[in-house]
């Protein structure tokens, strides 16, 4: 079956920097997206991955590995608004999103 | 970016009545529209699949009679909830892929429904 982990909550602190880890297990890859929702609200695009390596893009970058199915969001300077949840997708060989729980960030003072 | 509209943002309805969604690309020719639910505190579920001019392919689990899709043209589609009842309540959003560079979805902003 088609899978995609990623923890349920984490915690920061203001100011400072936090990963979110991704793993999946899908019928085929066609590249691995992170969206940003809050509370209430729509998905936001934040990142595409495709091939292996780092995507930097301001304060946040995403890692892919495709070897090991994994993934992460790198998020620096964290800021009150960062305060989210954050989905990991993966689109299959049949260019399905394949969701992610999501993991919901809270940003403490 | 692309902008994709939900149509209303909520609603309030009796149970037993019909409710129509409306998702509109309003800047780009959506080749392929996706019905999303999502109950509180859980992730996007996927309801269907709409390409423009075809039927929909809805999940399993999912009933298309309940849940009519149309998507009568590049840059809409629609969601009828028939014969709604208490447990339909939940937030339902649209996303649209065909403008994206990655091939990405961009989403309405949602509409909530309750259904009394």
């Known amino acids: 079956g088609q899978n995609i982990d990623q923890p349920t909550e984490m915690t920061a602190t203001e100011g400072a920097i936090v990963q979110i880890n991704c793993t999946y297990q899908?019928?085929?890859?066609?590249?691995l997206f992170w969206y940003q929702q809050h509370a209430g609200e729509a998905p936001t695009f934040l990142s595409y991955?495709?091939l292996d390596g780092l995507e930097e893009k301001g304060r946040f970058s995403s890692f892919l590995s495709r070897s090991k199915g994994y993934s992460y969001l790198l998020l620096k300077e964290l800021q009150m608004k960062d305060s989210a949840s954050y989905l990991c997708a993966v689109m299959d060989s049949n260019y399905q999103l394949i969701w992610g729980a999501g993991t919901k960030l809270i940003i403490k003072p | 970016g692309a902008v994709v509209s939900q149509h209303p943002s909520w609603v309030i309805c009796k149970s037993g009545t019909s409710v129509k969604i409306e998702c509109r690309s309003l800047d780009f020719q959506a080749t392929t529209m996706f019905w999303y639910r999502q109950f509180p505190k859980q992730s996007l579920m996927l309801m269907a699949t709409?390409?423009?001019?075809?039927?929909?392919?809805?999940e399993q689990g999912v009933e298309k009679d309940k849940f009519l899709i149309n998507h009568a043209s590049l840059t809409l589609s629609t969601l009828t909830v028939t014969s709604a009842h208490p447990e339909d309540s939940s937030f339902y959003i649209c996303s649209a892929r065909g403008a994206g560079e990655f091939n990405e979805q961009f989403f309405g902003p949602g509409t909530r429904l309750t259904v009394l």
């Open positions: 899908t019928s085929g890859f066609n590249g």
């Open positions: 991955n495709v």
């Open positions: 709409s390409n423009e001019g075809s039927k929909a392919t809805y």
